[in-house]
Antibody
Framework: QVQLVQSGAEVKNPGASVKVSCKASGYTFTNYAIHWVRQAPGQRLEWMGWTYAANGKTRFSEEFQGRVTITSDTSATTAYMELSSLRSEDTAVYYC?????????????WGQGTLVTVSS | QSALTQPASVSGSPGQSITISCTGTSSDVGYYNYVSWYQQHPDKAPKLMMCDVSKRPSGVSNRFSGSKSGNTASLTISGLQVEDEADYYCSSYTTSGTLVFGGGTKLTVL
């Protein structure tokens, strides 16, 4: 069965970086893009970007330009999202999700979410 | 990219119908039919309820329907059930090749 399993919760100081992983199984990893979506406590969903392992392409929200790096390792069937220069407003649950279409935002499977807390 | 505009809350009684609107611009909702809707229960990951404006993924009840007019998409839930109580988010692909979510709507089933 399709599964996306994310790395565990993180606590970071302001200014630090965090890297969240998303291990995919149960399907051909290179056939689907992986997107990253975050949700601050009590707030809306916020799209961050996607990576398509088949060709290594990525796309990011302008909100995170320069601070986010999204990569994938086809041999490990794992996608990664790294966010730098963390600030308190980056405290959120970060989700990875599989897009059935590539980039139109139709997510049929989600990871369990990774809570990132930014606090001094 | 500004968030798509949704009402903060809607409510209805069991058996009734409700509609949630999602207003964007001519660069997202109004340009493409790549509009989707998600249902999110507390502390759970979102679940895809509608794609391509009005297509239900396999397993989604036919009580859910979608439509679009101009820059506004809508999700209608008929025959409200207690388990429909959740947060609902719309999403749209944009002319910039990015995605944008709505602000979310809390549905209360009275």
């Amino acid at each position: 069965q399709v599964q996306l399993v994310q790395s565990g919760a993180e606590v970071k100081n302001p200014g630090a970086s965090v890297k969240v992983s998303c291990k995919a199984s149960g399907y051909t990893f290179t056939n689907y893009a992986i997107h990253w979506v975050r949700q601050a406590p009590g707030q809306r969903l916020e799209w961050m970007g996607w990576t398509y392992a088949a060709n290594g392409k990525t796309r990011f929200s302008e909100e995170f330009q320069g601070r986010v790096t999204i990569t994938s390792d086809t041999s490990a069937t794992t996608a990664y999202m790294e966010l730098s220069s963390l600030r308190s407003e980056d405290t959120a649950v970060y989700y990875c999700a599989r897009d059935t279409t590539g980039w139109f935002g139709y997510y049929d499977y989600w990871g369990q979410g990774t809570l990132v807390t930014v606090s001094s | 990219q500004s968030a798509l505009t949704q009402p903060a809350s809607v409510s209805g009684s069991p058996g009734q119908s409700i509609t949630i609107s999602c207003t964007g611009t001519s660069s997202d909702v109004g340009y493409y039919n790549y509009v989707s809707w998600y249902q999110q229960h507390p502390d759970k990951a979102p679940k895809l309820m509608m794609c391509d404006v009005s297509k239900r993924p396999s397993g989604v009840s036919n009580r859910f329907s979608g439509s679009k007019s101009g820059n506004t998409a809508s999700l209608t839930i008929s025959g409200l059930q207690v388990e429909d109580e959740a947060d609902y988010y719309c999403s749209s692909y944009t002319t910039s090749g990015t995605l944008v979510f709505g602000g979310g709507t809390k549905l209360t089933v009275l």
